[in-house]
């Protein structure tokens, strides 16, 4: 696991589930997506990126990333990662397997070292929502909805305390 810490107070663009094959063919998306984080001081991407050329497109803040499950070209970033952020600790990770009980499972993969904030991919599925004074923050995907209503990113304002926003794009 890796361990990053920031500045605080801070706001901070999440993606996840890029699933861009060729970053040449879909040239325009980072542009779009950055006109989005206008005024973050860090970017977080949470799996599935699949061209690892994504990551170093993005030059409004520095990103930190983690591996998705289909991100085989990328064996050397982390599974998980935990960001200090002042006083608050922000998990980083995919997710794997059924929708169905995911929070759960990744709450346990940081259980040693609770977290303020989990942040994860995977569903597709974006959601914002406080669980035993976690916030858990799935910002869905910018370009592949699979069955979700929208695609989606998210903002988290880390001030006194951690609150998330998703951005519908559609």
Partial sequence: MQ?????WPCRIGVLSDTHVADIWRDEGLV???ESH??????????????????????????????????DRSSPDLPERRIIRVGPFRIGLVHGWG????????????FSPQP????????????????????????????????GAPF???????VKDRIEGRIIPLD
Avoid: W
């Fill in 37 to 70: 984080f206008r005024g973050v001081d860090l970017l977080l991407h949470a799996g599935d990126i699949l061209d690892p050329l994504l990551l170093g497109c993005f030059t409004i803040c520095p990103l930190l990333a983690v591996r998705g499950n289909m």
């Fill in 151 to 157: 695609h989606s990113v998210g903002v988290i304002e």
């Fill in 115 to 146: 977290v303020d904030c989990l942040i994860y991919g995977h569903s597709h599925r974006a959601l914002c929502r406080h669980r035993s004074g976690v916030l858990l923050f799935n910002p869905g995907s910018p370009t592949d909805r699979r």
């Fill in 3 to 7: 361990f990053s810490s920031f500045k």
């Fill in 31 to 33: 542009a779009e997506l």
């Fill in 98 to 109: 059924s929708p169905q009980g995911l929070e759960s499972r990744l709450l346990r993969e």
